[in-house]
């Protein structure tokens, strides 16, 4: 609704963290292109950052998916990797082996011993998929599709290679947020970090 006294002005994910990222108006969006959505209000909302992202799917009318959240996401190598991606990625893997997730994070590798960069994920099952590895090639291979960024980079594992699935211990995300205080209704699991310090300390608490 755009005729509510709401100014709507729109930050390109890319650019969220730059001190001076372009902003642009509703009427310059591009479908198919993940922003930052940001209000302002006659009731005095001054550019207020709502923390959602949002993907446009149309402009007359317009038309728009929640695509994530502006700290949830991996950009490491271009990839612009959104929870969306992810939670479509995860339905597939599990329809196709027969998994229940019950918790998951992701975070990028930068480079490991051999030079090699990928994704890792850390995912607690409330029922184990038929094979780990079966899991996480049609994760990958579904989140290609869905993802052309994504699939840029996995092309010929030459930037990104094949994902990497660490299964948790049962009640591993929750022993977490207690660590932080954090356990209860109104906390979630960061789902995607475009850092490793979540992922680090979950695997530290995994051994």
Same mark, same amino acid.
């Given at each position: 609704m755009i005729d509510y006294d709401v100014l709507?002005?729109?930050?390109?994910? &890319?650019?969220?963290? /730059?001190? @001076?990222? !372009?902003?642009?108006?509703?009427?310059?969006? &591009?479908?198919?292109?993940?922003?930052?959505?940001?209000? =302002?209000? @006659?009731c005095g909302l001054w550019r207020y950052l709502i923390g959602d992202t949002v993907k446009f799917t149309q402009k007359d009318p317009y038309k728009?998916?929640?695509?994530?959240?502006?700290? !949830?996401?991996?950009?490491?190598? +271009?990839?612009?990797?959104?929870?969306?991606? *992810?939670?479509? +990625?995860?339905?597939? *893997?599990?329809? %196709? =082996? +027969?998994?229940?997730?019950l918790e998951y994070t992701a975070a990028?590798?930068?480079?490991?011993? %051999? *030079?090699?960069?990928? !994704?890792?994920w850390l995912i607690e099952f409330a029922k184990e998929p038929d094979s780990l590895q079966h899991f *996480?090639?049609? /994760?990958?291979? =579904? /989140?290609?599709?869905?993802?052309s960024d994504y699939e840029a980079k996995r092309h010929k594992d030459i930037t990104l290679q094949? /994902?990497?699935?660490?299964?948790?211990k049962r009640g591993l995300f929750d022993q977490w947020l207690k660590g932080k205080g954090k356990l209860g209704g109104q906390h979630k699991?960061?789902?995607? @970090?475009?850092?490793?310090?979540?992922?680090?300390?979950?695997l530290t608490l995994n051994q």
């Open positions: 709507y002005e729109f930050i390109p994910l &890319e650019e969220i963290d /730059l001190p @001076s990222p !372009h902003v642009i108006p509703l009427c310059d969006v &591009e479908i198919g292109r993940n922003y930052a959505m940001v209000i =302002t209000t @006659s728009f998916i929640i695509s994530g959240r502006t700290k !949830h996401f991996i950009n490491a190598f +271009g990839e612009e990797l959104m929870v969306d991606n *992810a939670e479509k +990625g995860l339905a597939q *893997a599990c329809n %196709e =082996t +027969g998994a229940q997730v990028p590798v930068f480079m490991d011993v %051999e *030079a090699k960069c990928r !994704h890792q *996480a090639e049609v /994760l990958d291979n =579904t /989140l290609q599709k869905i993802n094949q /994902l990497e699935i660490v299964e948790a699991i960061p789902r995607l @970090s475009n850092t490793r310090d979540y992922m680090d300390e979950m």
